[in-house]
């Protein structure tokens, strides 16, 4: 059970805006700045959003990330077959066993 | 651009060292500002964070795996490496090796580029 609480599974067709959540606490999400990562299948996660809601430059303005006290999120409009993927949140843990933690993962199915 | 490459052995006998090393092409190690990252994902699970390196050799761990872990540089060759001790099948893992842009305070900040990893399985 991951301490970041991502939704396993999300899915939406072809055009279609979908959004990913990521629930957290005061000592990771409440207190640093949250990144997402795309997994294609077999391959290896690639950065898709850093400090929040920045784009590294290649990524599609179509993805865009928030952020709102110690939850964040991840959407994705204008939904195309080729975002089928695992989606993870990251973020610093500064607790009394600080670390870097992942979500879970979600799922993402286009119909 | 910057490149990372892991190599290491695929299989790996109960109770012995798992050892991996990274390679980078494209930017020095010994450049300030960045991480150097080793990053597993279990058959089928997520992704665990296992610790990073500085070019200096300070070095920050995972706390469920820092007994276990140890993380190396060579500046010369511009590699750094993995140590896992005492492997059970529970290790078994892809293992990425990835470039962390320092954030704000010095912790870990994100995780550009990654490796294309390589699997592990510990086993008799």
């Known amino acids: 059970q991951s301490v970041l609480t991502q939704p396993p599974s999300a899915s939406g067709t072809p055009g279609q805006r979908v959004t990913i959540s990521c629930s957290g606490s005061?000592?990771?999400?409440?207190?640093?700045?949250v990144k997402w990562y795309q997994q294609l299948p077999g391959a290896a996660p690639k950065l898709l959003i850093f400090?929040?809601?920045q784009r590294p430059s290649g990524v599609p303005d179509r993805f865009s990330g928030s952020k709102s006290g110690t939850s964040a999120s991840l959407a994705i409009s204008g939904l195309q077959s080729e975002d089928e993927a695992d989606y993870y949140c990251?973020?610093?843990?500064?607790?009394?066993?600080?670390?870097?933690?992942f979500g879970g993962g979600t799922k993402l199915t286009v119909l | 651009q910057v490149q990372l490459q892991e190599s290491g052995p695929g299989l790996v006998k109960p109770s012995q060292t798992l050892s991996l090393t990274c390679t980078v092409s494209?930017?020095?190690?010994?450049?300030?500002?960045?991480?150097w990252t080793w990053i597993r994902q279990h058959p089928g699970k997520g992704l665990e964070w296992i610790g990073y390196?500085?070019?200096?050799?300070?070095?920050y761990y995972n706390p469920s795996l820092r007994s276990r872990v140890t993380i190396s540089v060579d500046t010369s060759a511009n590699q750094f490496s993995l140590k896992l001790t005492s492997v059970t099948a529970a290790d078994t893992a892809v293992y990425y090796c990835?470039?962390?842009?320092?954030?704000?305070?010095?912790?870990?900040?994100?995780?550009?580029?990654w490796g294309q990893g390589t699997l592990v399985t510990v086993s008799s």
């Open positions: 005061s000592s990771n999400i409440g207190s640093n700045t």
């Open positions: 990251a973020t610093w843990d500064d607790s009394l066993n600080a670390l870097v933690l």
């Open positions: 400090n929040n809601n």
């Open positions: 494209g930017a020095s190690i010994s450049n300030g500002g960045y991480h």
């Open positions: 390196i500085y070019y200096s050799g300070n070095t």
């Open positions: 990835a470039r962390d842009r320092e954030g704000r305070g010095g912790v870990p900040g994100w995780f550009d580029p």
